[in-house]
């Protein structure tokens, strides 16, 4: 009684194929039969299903190593994908490549507080957009990122905090509906982490963490490669862990939450308190010409010096730099990419959050952990967010 | 020209095998073929070689399902292991089967700082003697735990701070040469949690934290089904992690590790202040009785209701549980599980630690999350000491 279950193998090696492809480049077919230790017949025939699926093409000869020569293969040119990207204030769409090189790229400033149409039909909008300049039909996937917990397998928001009215809102089926392809949905730090593993500092870090600092604070998590998610899905929520010496009191009902003394929420209150009280003269001017104070207002008082502001991002960078220094100590990673909008606070922000890091993790766990800025800046949400769904799409050749 | 590595593919199914007999015990050849989606030659080939190898046996007919009768398959009965578990004061060993069942089992009360020599001739000698009992010529492998951090890759202790003569001592090379077979070297709440994983209530858990509570304090992490060590091997090192309102100065030179509050040590400092001062007369009594005071002493105390020892335990239990709520956050487990001396202490250290998790920690990533002591005790080192080196044993067998 033979039991067989056919494609399997076969599926999974061209899905190792058009992964090889997307973050190695093209390769020869002798390339990739060495890479995946299988024979050159094997290789050819998954490549010509994925030829005939038109998701892999030949783009020459490749170098002669001596005896027959060798094709080099590439993505296909129809391979197209659209990432999303939706902030509390901004919504980003790019469409990118097979290997995830963006295109074209739009962002336009949005309050997510709007509710799921208004945004969505944004996003759609810029969408299509760029499809149409490219001259892409269809694309073979979209992917989105958005501020707040996602139920992953159902592609829905999950009770976000800063996100009225999208609780179970069928994100993933309504833009699936539009563009016609699949869709994968997650949380806005998970997509910046695969943005960052992709594009940026972290391509070969088996084990990092990306640490958005914006309205609220969140961690993507990589390990061995890929990305963690935890049991629920919402690894990384670090915004309410405690921090030392903190009385105020969080949206989530405790006190002393990272998130209640530090992100994007808490220096513009912070500020404010600031402006009003007089302690900062710069501050109060700066409320008074815009009618507002948020980071970009304190980062402008810290540029041009002011005490108040400065020791307010310290205040804040360190206590963000205590956090994570525990989460260091207990996962060891090899690298920390920061981002999010209260990078725009920088070195002032970054050699605070260094300083804690460094000065309360245990020497073994820091001797080699570079702790950097990210330098993909708004891309990394989009890149990652095709990254996403580029998995799915090649996982299952079709 | 056709490439190909012959004996890779096949040796990893060898891999597999073994490991699926360790793991779900005896299994048909039907089972195994169905199991691995391959088909029954392919089966019958890796069963004859591994049969050969003396690892596997037929230990019957398997149930009919109508068709040619199947055989089922066990691992042979010459598979054995050492496992041994180094803690701070005692050394334990046991030899297991393959599918690590302990046959044979001894404790020692030992002081680690006697240094490498002693303790490893104790544990040699332990381990000579349980193998003498059982008949057994050779182990197949030897595991060992050690309550400090470990090269892995090179099989010595790295600056363990509680095991002084230790540092960079060949203790992996040492054992090899003494049992003549592969030995695996890691620090004691990695083999712990892997102990649990394999015969404790963290068998189906994919991510999962094993905390232990000793002199010093420590944690395990299991992701995705497998042992996360981090980039320098040091991840779980939560001992170091500050806790919010302690001033303590910690053995590492920063204040307010959870450690310096909290673990044996920290305990046996703070009975004895206790007793001295007078504030717990019941703690005097003990003290003068056995002339020291560790946390067996103040059990001891928590058990008549001494309201100082009550109130030490949950001060040092909603500390620990403060941190443990931030990892909860971070990582999101679905169990954590609590072992090592402490674990004495029982139900008032656990409510409190429990207490503190629930309370800090976000309702999403604790509404499924059991937190229970080990019910393992001391064998759940020397189980997953024998299955950390059974994984390098089935990994390449011969």
């Known amino acids: 009684m033979e039991t067989s279950v056919p494609g399997r193998a076969e599926t999974r090696l061209q899905a190792k194929i058009l992964t090889r492809l997307r973050d190695a480049g093209p390769q020869s077919r002798i390339q990739l039969s060495e890479h995946f230790e299988v024979s050159r017949t094997t290789i050819g025939s998954e490549l010509g299903r994925l030829t005939a699926l038109q ?6 000869p490749a170098a002669s190593r001596g005896g027959r020569r060798s094709t080099v293969i590439d993505l296909a040119g129809r391979v197209r994908f659209v990432g999303v990207a939706i902030g509390a204030t901004s919504v980003s769409a790019a469409v990118t490549d ?13 309050d997510v507080r709007q ?34 917990p996602v139920d992953f397998s159902r592609g829905i928001p999950v009770s976000p905090p800063i996100m009225p009215g999208w609780d179970g809102y069928p994100v993933r089926d309504v833009f699936g509906r539009q563009f016609d392809c699949p869709v994968v949905l997650d949380n806005d730090v998970n997509v910046m982490a695969l943005g960052e593993q992709h594009a940026g500092a972290a391509g070969t870090a088996e084990n990092f963490l990306f640490v958005k600092v914006g309205t609220g604070i969140g961690c993507g998590i990589v390990a061995r490669g890929e990305l963690y998610r935890g049991m629920d899905g919402c690894a990384g929520d670090i915004g309410h862990i405690p921090v030392a010496d ?15 003394s530090f992100g994007g929420d808490a220096l513009a209150r912070d500020a404010l308190a600031a402006a009003r009280s007089g302690r900062s003269p710069l501050l109060g001017e700066l409320l008074a010409r815009d009618g507002t104070l948020t980071a970009a207002q304190v980062g402008e008082a810290v540029a041009a010096g002011d005490a108040t502001s400065v020791q307010l991002v310290r205040d804040g960078g360190r206590r963000m730099g205590e956090v994570l220094a525990g989460l260091v100590s207990f996962f060891n990673p090899s690298l920390i990419v920061l981002g999010g909008g209260l990078t725009l606070l920088g070195h002032v922000l970054l050699a605070e959050i260094r300083g804690a890091i460094y000065r309360r993790s245990l020497p073994l766990a820091t001797r080699n952990l570079p702790i950097m800025m990210s330098d993909l800046g708004p891309q ?19």
Do not use: H, W
């Not at 998701?55 to 020459?60: F, K, N, Q, S």
């Open 55 to 60: 998701l892999v093409e030949e783009i020459g």
């Open 98 to 110: 097979g290997r995830l090189r963006v295109l074209a790229f739009e962002r336009t400033e949005c």
């Open 115 to 148: 509710g799921p149409e208004p945004v969505l039909e944004l996003a759609m909008e810029q969408s299509r957009r760029l499809l149409l300049k490219l001259g892409v039909d269809r694309p073979m996937g979209a992917g989105i990122g958005m501020p707040g």
């Open 246 to 260: 903190s009385g105020e009191i969080c949206a989530c009902g405790n006190t002393g939450c990272l998130e209640a």
């Open 380 to 398: 990394a949400g989009v890149i990652g967010a095709a990254r996403l769904v580029s998995e799915e799409v090649y996982a299952f050749p079709r």
